[in-house]
């Protein structure tokens, strides 16, 4: 009688342990599609300001043109900052997958340095704008202007947050699974914002200064 109530006891402890226990709490992959589908609907975001932009780009309300305002040597240095900064991050990567913190930290860094003087030099370009009298409210062109080059300026200064975030926590935690998946993710996240932002150059500045 002992045996059959402890083989039953046994039998109650094995069939709650697989009714509750879960192997896998993350699935493999999950986060990189996940993240993928996000990226898919940000694309959405800038295909929309673009269209915009290209109905409206040329109605400039008797105000100034894109040949008048834009300073093509600003943006070039700023369009070679976000591209070494793609560069360095992509530096940061073969730095992880050999195990060096450090060198990742530091490749990081660098990054983050390139990126925050790309949005400076953003910002300065957008003040200067404004004392001009070219502000967004002036005409359509210059609403779609701020719109698009703003939205992505606001993305950049989202991925400065998140690289920084992600540079303490591989700090505490070092190289672990978890902070490889993130750096991942904000890599896509930055290479993404790249290639919007050598849209933009064509697109608004190099088009714009064509009569």
Request: with cysteine; aromatic share 14%; net charge neutral.
């Amino acid at each position: 009688m002992s045996d059959i109530t402890a083989s039953s006891v046994d039998a109650l402890k094995e069939a709650s342990s697989s009714r509750y226990y879960v192997r896998e709490h993350h699935p493999q992959n999950g986060t990189l599609l996940g993240f993928w589908i996000y990226l898919m609907s940000d694309c959405l975001i800038f295909a929309c300001l673009f269209a915009a932009y290209a109905v409206v780009g040329r109605n400039y309300a008797g105000g100034p043109t894109g040949a008048e305002l834009f300073d093509l040597p600003l943006v070039a240095m700023n369009t070679a900052l976000l591209l070494l900064s793609s560069i360095t991050y992509g530096f940061a990567m073969l730095e992880s997958q050999r195990k060096r913190l450090n060198a990742t930290l530091l490749w990081l860094g660098v990054t983050g340095l390139f990126g925050a003087g790309f949005i400076a030099l953003e910002l300065y370009e957008f003040a200067h704008l404004i004392h001009q009298g070219a502000g967004p409210q002036r005409s359509a062109f210059l609403t779609s202007f701020f719109a698009l080059v703003g939205t992505h300026g606001l993305h950049v200064s989202f991925g400065l947050i998140w690289l920084v975030t992600l540079m303490f926590q591989l700090k505490k935690h070092g190289l672990i699974p978890e902070n490889n998946r993130r750096l991942m993710c904000l890599s896509m996240f930055w290479h993404f914002l790249d290639v919007i932002w050598i849209g933009v150059f064509t697109f608004v500045y190099l088009m714009g200064v064509l009569p």
